[in-house]
């Protein structure tokens, strides 16, 4: 079975600094993607960032980056100069070979001026 | 340019009562989902379809049904709502090329049962 931990319920980070956010992960698939969603309070939920597990390279899209350490089962999450916009409620998600997606608790970040 | 529409997008429900929820999607994908959010849990899927005409259990299954009879489709049903079933309701799909790479979200139903 897939389980998801996301082990920080909330943080404050400074603006302009950066936060890293933890996931860690379990499964018995050897094929698997793992994602990060932002939610603000609005509601919807908003893709950041993809890692396959044979991707060799950590992924980067622009301010954030995924931190992947297979070995350890982790995929953590760095925003880096962190913005106002940034406050939200962020999920790490992993998805298998049948295209399920299972979510972490997630992280509520606030970021102060 | 709609990807996934959810409606309705709020209701209140008394206990017992039915409904169905309407979710649709313009990108031919095959994969659909349902998923219920409750605070401090993240989201939890409800079920799931992996093409026209077929339907599969998630993580909690019970007091729902679904149904994909059209490919653009997925139909989620509350026969009997209890109070249990307050939730935010989301609805994905996404396209089958091994590992999904994308999940396309609709924007929710918040549904209360009194």
């Known amino acids: 079975a897939q389980k998801i931990t996301q082990t920080q319920p909330g943080m404050f980070v400074q603006e302009k600094e950066a936060v890293t956010l933890d996931c860690t992960y379990d499964?018995?698939?050897?094929?698997?993607?793992l994602f990060w969603y932002k939610q603000p309070s609005s509601g919807e939920m908003i893709f950041l960032i993809y890692?396959?597990?044979?991707?060799?390279q950590n992924a980067t899209e622009g301010r954030y980056s995924l931190n992947f350490q297979k070995a350890r089962k982790s995929a953590n999450l760095v925003i880096s100069a962190s913005q106002l916009g940034d406050s939200a409620m962020y999920f790490c998600?992993?998805?298998?070979?049948?295209?399920?997606?299972?979510f972490g608790a997630g992280t509520q970040v606030v970021v102060t001026p | 340019n709609a990807g996934v529409t959810q409606t309705p997008k709020f209701r209140v429900l008394k206990t017992g009562q039915s409904m169905t929820l309407l979710c649709a999607q313009d990108?031919?994908?095959?994969?659909m989902y349902w998923y219920r959010q409750d605070p401090g849990m993240g989201l939890r899927l409800i079920h799931y379809?992996?093409?026209?005409?077929?339907?599969a259990k998630g993580e909690v299954p019970d007091g729902y049904n679904v149904s994909r009879l059209k490919k653009q489709n997925f139909l989620l049903g509350l026969e009997s709502a209890a109070p249990s079933q307050t939730s935010v309701y989301f609805c994905?799909?996404?396209?089958?090329?091994?590992?999904?790479?994308?999940?396309?979200f609709g924007s929710g139903t918040r549904l209360t049962v009194v």
């Open positions: 994905a799909s996404s396209y089958p090329t091994g590992v999904p790479h994308g999940y396309t």
């Open positions: 499964t018995s698939d050897p094929s698997y993607g």
């Open positions: 890692q396959g597990s044979y991707d060799q």
């Open positions: 998600a992993m998805g298998n070979s049948w295209g399920k997606l299972q």
């Open positions: 990108m031919n994908h095959e994969y």
């Open positions: 379809s992996v093409g026209e005409g077929t339907t």
